[in-house]
């Protein structure tokens, strides 16, 4: 029996992967991936959502499935991951980036600012990386960084944690951009106005003739939270943000201890 002729399984499953169905040193389990190729041969469409850049999806193309694509930069990119291009992309104009990277640094004057093409990362000098720093980064001032348009912009203070950093930048930028954060060590990512990865996953589920109602997300950070409240069932990993743990429908095992692969044997068992 495949999903679409049991009402019971999801036709649509989408999660985010750091904090989520990723481990914390970085590794995906045997067990989810054997979780996640059961639910695709059972019918089920499988869609990696995330805030990861393009090329941080690389080594994940034999979890795509048939339709070969994932959502990344947190909904800015359609990306296709087998044959590593972008589908469809909402970015930030590079007068509107410029313009609120500049208002930013007025209210917050110790920020730093990184930047995420379509295809090429880039910092200020002296933004401090939390991951080693591409080979063709593009290493520059802020009008150079944003000379064209972004997938995403992010903003590093020294020491506040992102919840803080996030809660003082959004009355500098409201209205003009999207600002959100992953669970990132004093990091706050900026999208273009409108996006987010539930916009991005709700026009993929259109594309796959799948409504909201037949959906799964699973999460665990602020930027998750619309396509947790997009999806007709929700579902927060133990160690989730406590803003996700108080929205969503149900909550799993922890991402060290596999809580999307728990979910997805226990809907998909035989």
């Known amino acids: 029996m495949t999903a679409s002729e049991d009402p019971r399984r999801p036709r649509l499953i989408a999660t ?3 904090g989520t169905l990723v481990h914390s040193d970085g590794t995906i389990s045997e067990r989810t991936r054997a979780a996640v190729l059961a639910a695709q041969r059972a019918g089920s469409v499988f869609v990696m959502v995330t805030a990861r850049p393009p090329r941080w999806l690389h080594d994940l193309d034999d979890l795509v499935g048939e339709h070969g694509v994932a959502i990344v930069a947190n909904g800015a990119i359609l990306y296709d991951v087998v044959r590593r291009q972008p589908i469809r992309t909402r970015l930030i104009e590079p007068a509107v980036a410029l313009e609120v990277a ?3 640094r007025a209210e917050i004057p110790d920020v730093e600012f990184a930047i995420e093409r379509s295809d090429r990362y880039g910092q200020e000098p002296h ?3 939390r991951w080693p720093r591409p080979e063709d980064a593009l290493v520059a001032g802020i009008e150079v960084l944003l000379s064209e348009p972004a997938a995403k912009l ?4 020294p020491s506040w944690h992102s919840d ?3 809660a003082r930048i959004n009355p500098v930028v409201a209205g003009r951009v999207t600002a959100s954060h992953s ?3 004093s990091l706050v990512e900026i999208s273009a ?3 987010s990865k539930a916009a991005m996953l709700a026009d993929f589920a259109v594309g796959q003739g799948i409504s909201a109602s037949e959906a799964i997300a699973f999460g665990d950070s602020i930027n998750d939270l619309p396509m947790l409240a997009w999806a007709g069932t929700s579902y927060g990993v133990a160690n989730a943000h406590a803003e996700v743990l108080a929205i969503v429908d149900e909550v799993c095992p922890s991402n060290d201890e596999d809580g999307v692969a728990a979910v997805l044997e226990r809907l998909f068992r035989r």
């Open 16 to 18: 985010d992967l750091d």
């Open 154 to 157: 992010l903003v590093r203070h």
């Open 183 to 185: 669970g990132g060590t």
């Open 102 to 104: 500049q208002a930013i």
């Open 193 to 195: 106005s409108g996006v």
């Open 164 to 166: 803080e950093l996030l």
């Open 127 to 129: 933004y401090l990386n």
